[in-house]
C-alpha cells in the first residue's frame, strides 16, 4: 500500500484515537488493498457475497437500493473517507443489500473481515480499539437510518425537504448548511421529481423560509 493512500486512509473514523505508531502495525496487520474504479463503474452489486470492508480514498460513490421494477432509490452518498460494508461484518450472509456506484472516478481501499476479526500479536491492544471503532460506525449508521425514516415519513414535499434540512443542521445548531450531493441526487434522496424540487425551493425562498447559494442553504425557520 503506498504512502500517500495510507495517509489518506489515517483520517478515517476507523482509525480514531489510535497513534501514528499503533496506525503503521495495525495497517500490516490488516494488509489492505487499493482498487480504482471509473464514473459510472459497479463496486458492488446487490446480492454479491462481500467478504471485505471498504473505505472510499477519493472520488465519491452512491449506495442504490435496487427494485424488482429495475428502478433504485438512492440511500446514501459515500464522499471521501466513507465506510462501507462494515454492517455485513456481523452478519451470517454477507450479502449486500445494495449496489454501489462510482459516482466520479472513485479510489477505494478494502480490508478483509477474516484480519478486521483476527488479532494478532503485534497489534493485539490497537486492533481493540479498531473493533470499537467500527461498531460506532455501525451505530451512527443505525441513527442516520432513522433519519432518513424521518424524512420520507413526511407526506408533503415541503416537509421532506425541511426535515432534511433540520437533520443536515444538527438539528438546528447550524443556519447554513451544505447539500452533500446535486439538486438531481437530493431530488432521488427525498423520492421527488427534480423539477417539482427545484419548484419547491423556489417557493420556499419566496416564503421567507430559506436563501439558496447552491449547495449553500441559509435557514431562517
Known amino acids: 500500500m503506498e504512502l500517500h493512500h495510507r495517509a489518506i486512509m489515517r483520517s478515517a473514523k476507523l482509525f480514531q484515537d489510535i497513534s501514528d505508531e499503533e496506525y503503521e502495525a495495525l495497517i500490516n496487520c490488516l494488509s489492505p488493498r487499493i482498487k480504482h474504479y471509473a464514473k459510472n463503474e459497479i463496486l458492488l452489486l446487490t446480492e454479491d457475497s462481500v467478504q471485505h470492508l471498504g473505505i472510499v480514498l477519493a472520488g465519491t460513490a452512491s449506495a442504490y437500493l435496487d427494485h424488482v421494477s429495475g428502478s433504485q432509490t438512492l440511500i446514501s452518498n459515500l464522499p471521501p473517507l466513507s465506510i462501507f460494508g462494515e454492517v455485513l ?4 450472509m454477507h450479502r449486500s443489500p445494495v449496489t454501489i456506484h462510482a459516482a466520479s472516478d472513485v479510489t477505494s481501499v478494502f480490508i478483509e473481515y477474516k484480519r478486521i476479526y483476527s ?3 503485534v497489534a493485539c491492544s490497537v486492533h481493540r480499539m479498531f473493533l470499537q471503532n467500527v461498531l460506532k460506525i455501525i451505530g451512527d449508521k443505525y441513527f442516520h437510518l432513522f433519519d432518513r425514516i424521518a424524512v420520507l415519513r413526511e407526506k408533503t414535499l415541503r416537509a421532506k425537504i425541511m426535515t432534511y434540512l433540520y437533520t443536515l ?5 447550524a443556519k447554513t448548511v451544505t447539500i452533500p450531493f446535486s439538486k438531481t441526487v437530493l431530488a432521488d434522496y427525498l423520492l421527488a421529481n427534480r423539477s417539482a424540487l427545484s419548484k419547491e425551493l423556489k417557493k420556499m425562498e419566496d416564503d421567507g423560509l430559506i436563501v439558496v447559494k447552491k449547495r449553500k442553504i441559509e435557514l431562517a425557520f
Not at 461484518?89 to 451470517?92: G, K, M
Not at 443542521?169 to 445548531?173: E, R, V
Open 169 to 173: 443542521s444538527g438539528n438546528g445548531d
Open 119 to 121: 488479532m494478532c500479536e
Open 89 to 92: 461484518v456481523s452478519t451470517r
